[in-house]
T-cell receptor, first 113, second 114 residues
Framework: AQSVTQLGSHVSVSEGALVLLRCNYS??????LFWYVQYPNQGLQLLLKYTSAATLVKGINGFEAEFKKSETSFHLTKPSAHMSDAAEYFCAVFDSGTYKYIFGTGTRLKVLA | GAGVSQSPRYKVAKRGQDVALRCDPI?????LFWYQQALGQGPEFLTY????????KSGLPSDRFFAERPEGSVSTLKIQRTQQEDSAVYLC????????????FGQGTRLTVV
């Protein structure tokens, strides 16, 4: 079964600092990986996705993620945090065998002024 | 519509009451998913439809939960005899194809059972 693990349920960064949110996956086949963002009282919005094309994936709002097979990781980064980035971020894998999206437990990002 | 629409946005139910949550997926989307998100948790899979066929309902927590998508578009998640542990946000998502891997989520229905 495929799964994802997000390290760190809460991350705080200063405005303008690097954002790094960690995600490791477990999959016996090439995975389809995603990062979603959730603002309070909102649904999930797709930030970016990896579908076995380029290993460095660029998403919306200046976010990007790098797929590293050797490390089974798909960490999310942004060079300079903005106050508006404060939200909950979810890493997910699409299990093509069962047609399910499997989500991590989420990382709440706080941006300090 | 432009996106996945869910209604109501908020629902307060008395324990033991039946509720029905509606999802309008993006027009033409084949796949439809329901997820349950408890407070402070990630979304947990409930059930999956491919057109009108419910292919997976392994995530439904009990036989009080029932979902349908009779015409392959709008879906309804019904919860009978609600319990306090049913309080959560229920998210609906749709995607264009079977193996199309980009799911679009609605804003969710926040159910509070009192």
């Amino acid at each position: 079964a495929q799964s994802v693990t997000q390290l760190g349920s809460h991350v705080s960064v200063s405005e303008g600092a690097l954002v790094l949110l960690r995600c490791n996956y477990s999959s016996s086949v090439p995975p389809y990986l995603f990062w979603y963002v959730q603002y309070p009282n909102q649904g999930l919005q797709l930030l970016l996705k990896y579908t076995s094309a380029a290993t460095l994936v660029k998403g919306i709002n200046g976010f990007e993620a790098e797929f590293k097979k050797s490390e089974t990781s798909f960490h999310l980064t942004k060079p300079s945090a903005h106050m508006s980035d404060a939200a909950e971020y979810f890493c997910a894998v699409f299990d093509s065998g069962t047609y399910k999206y499997i989500f991590g437990t989420g990382t709440r990002l706080k941006v300090l002024a | 519509g432009a996106g996945v629409s869910q209604s109501p946005r908020y629902k307060v139910a008395k324990r033991g009451q039946d509720v029905a949550l509606r999802c309008d997926p993006i027009s033409g989307h084949v796949s439809l998913f329901w997820y349950q998100q408890a407070l402070g948790q990630g979304p947990e899979f409930l059930t999956y439809f491919q057109n009108e066929a419910q292919l997976d309902k392994s995530g439904l927590p009990s036989d009080r939960f029932f979902a349908e998508r009779p015409e392959g578009s709008v879906s309804t998640l019904k919860i009978q005899r609600t319990q306090q542990e049913d309080s959560a946000v229920y998210l609906c998502a749709s995607s264009l194809g079977v193996m199309n891997t980009e799911a679009f989520f609605g804003q969710g229905t926040r159910l509070t059972v009192v």
